[in-house]
């Protein structure tokens, strides 16, 4: 009580509630003064400057960054390929990779046969399809697997890339039509014919 004592009383009283005239406590102070010279600096870089962008301008950014990654300035991009660019390659060499990836690590070969012909899973080069003919379906099949069937995501359960996904269906665009011998046998019940769209 004697430190309050010590100081005049300010006047104020309310209620038989009285203010003394007590100094502030330090780290009190020393915070109100960073926020002044904080807010000194924050209005300075981002309202004189402008050299700090302000959410607006973060946000108009970040669009702009997405369109110029995605290409997507003024095409609707609504489809899953669209909006990732999702691309089939046409060239040997991506053709060649998606193969590899497709005889090799992610087993696609160990269901489907390596010239697609299908043995567990269902022929790959036919007009018959029960997930649809897309390129957006291709690659739901591959991204999402069928667990139920046997089928994991990726053929392994290993994520792989975009790329690495555009690369195995390239592969299986590619062994469209290609009438491997003794392919697995329809299943009339499920597998339908598709309008093959894809370029
Ligand atoms: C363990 C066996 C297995 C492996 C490995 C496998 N698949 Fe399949 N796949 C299946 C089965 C079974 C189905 C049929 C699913 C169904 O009945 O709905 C299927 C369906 C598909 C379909 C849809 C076919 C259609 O008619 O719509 C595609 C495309 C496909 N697989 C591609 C692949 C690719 C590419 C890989 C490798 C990344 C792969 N699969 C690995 C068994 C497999």
Request: glycine share 10%; proline share 5%.
């Amino acid at each position: 009580m004697a430190k309050y004592q010590e100081n005049p009383m300010e006047g104020h009283e309310a209620d038989g509630i009285k203010e003394f005239d007590n100094s502030l406590p330090r780290w009190w102070l020393y915070g109100f003064y960073f926020t002044i010279f904080f807010s000194v600096v924050y209005m300075v870089q981002y309202h004189i400057t402008g050299s700090g962008q302000v959410m607006r301008d973060e946000y108009a950014q970040e669009v702009k960054e997405a369109e110029a990654k995605y290409k997507l300035a003024g095409a609707g991009g609504s489809s899953a390929a669209g909006a990732r660019m999702l691309t089939v390659f046409k060239d040997a060499e991506n053709i060649a990779a998606g193969k590899k990836l497709f005889t090799g690590a992610n087993l696609c070969y160990t269901c489907h046969r390596e010239d697609g012909g299908g043995l567990v899973g269902p022929n790959l080069t036919d007009d018959y399809w029960m997930h649809g003919a897309s390129v957006d379906s291709l690659v739901a099949s591959i991204e999402h697997g069928y667990p139920e069937k046997g089928m994991l995501p990726y053929g392994n359960n290993a994520k792989i890339s975009d790329k690495e996904i555009m690369q195995i269906v390239s592969y299986v665009v590619s062994l469209h039509g290609t009438n491997p011998p003794n392919p697995k046998p329809l299943d009339p019940e499920r597998e339908k014919k598709e309008e093959w769209k894809i370029q």
